[in-house]
């Protein structure tokens, strides 16, 4: 079976200096325009209870370009600042489906530098790209092939906050999947990334404690740095070329160890981690963060479905780490400080691997049973979630990944 998805490939590119300011030119007209999109329309709905859409945006732009004030908008191409009204589009979208909160006001200092070009503004031919309104091709390192005979449906020119520029090109791709087998379930921890049911544990690579020393460094001079300085910009720059390491190291580790574990394992089942209410806990929001859990979901999901593989989450209220393995006892609350605990049966559990076969078991329940992925959490805090129907044998019998 093959599977037609669509792939996102990035790459750094270095500009031409008329090219880069082109682009920051771009970049602050596309603020521009959602800022004031945004602006009229919260105004319309304020003021008269009126919805705009769209269209509506989109012929406020054109009478924007025609002012003398806002002309400068003309120098620019009007794909990317299009695009920025479809964007603001979907920002209401899930707004008003409840999915998200209400469209913020783009910032100069804070917000992503990024550009949107469709079809219609670049040119692809002989692997080069032009963008509108540039006569050379961007000087692209082509680290990784794109698929055969694909052709880019859009393109997003981004700046981050090192200074490094990207091309990111959206191509159709098409994936074959390749023969799995087993189960596995994953535990999530601090000491070790990850621990499988296997038995297996994955070091946590801890990128930004690494780096400590040389971030603390690094903060501690741009704050002597007088604000509005060219030694502060230069400060800034050094600190966010320290951030870009450790971000680009941890998205590095965490693509090789989803990849790994997606092209293994037919079904994989994990925990439904409240991340965000985790972060609360300030001891351990630092680690917490480093870990980068709600990352290594998000791959885990998109590749999966990509590969043609099953990905379970178990209920964050299912009490994996207190349950035996062995027996099905509900043991007492335990600190965290306690890596290892007997059972009244005899079974001597390691914390982390008894957690990975109880979500491993409470995954196969529902696959086999069709049962509740998020049982209610009234009992699974008591320890009687339906998700355990197959819980005091269902690791028996899997074979070893």
Partial sequence: MTGAVKRAFKFRFYPTDAQAAQLSRTFGCVRLVYNMALQART???????????????????????????????????????????????TAFTNFWAKRAKYPRFKSRKRSRRSAEYTTSAFRWRDGTLTLAKMTEPLDVVWSRPLPQGCTPSTVTVSQDPAGRWFVSLLCDDTITPTPACGAVGIDAGLDSLLTLSTGEKIANPRHERADSKRLARAQRDLARKQKGSANRAKARIKLARIHARITDRRHDHL????????????????????VRNMVKNHRLARAISDAAWRQLRTMLEYKTAWHGRTLIAVDRWFPSTRLCSTCGALAQPMPLGVREWTCPCGAVHDRDVNAARNILAAGLAVTACGDDVRPQRGTSRTGQSSARQEHPRATKGIPVL
Avoid: C, G, M
């Fill in 43 to 89: 105004e319309a709905w304020t003021l008269r209870r009126e919805r705009i859409n769209y269209n509506a945006t989109s012929a406020l732009l054109t009478a924007w370009k025609k002012t003398d004030d806002l002309a400068f908008l003309n120098e620019v191409s009007s794909v990317p600042l299009q695009q920025a009204l479809r964007h603001l589009q």
């Fill in 255 to 274: 693509h090789k160890l989803t990849t790994r574990l997606v092209r293994e394992t037919q079904t994989i089942v994990i925990e439904d981690l409240a």
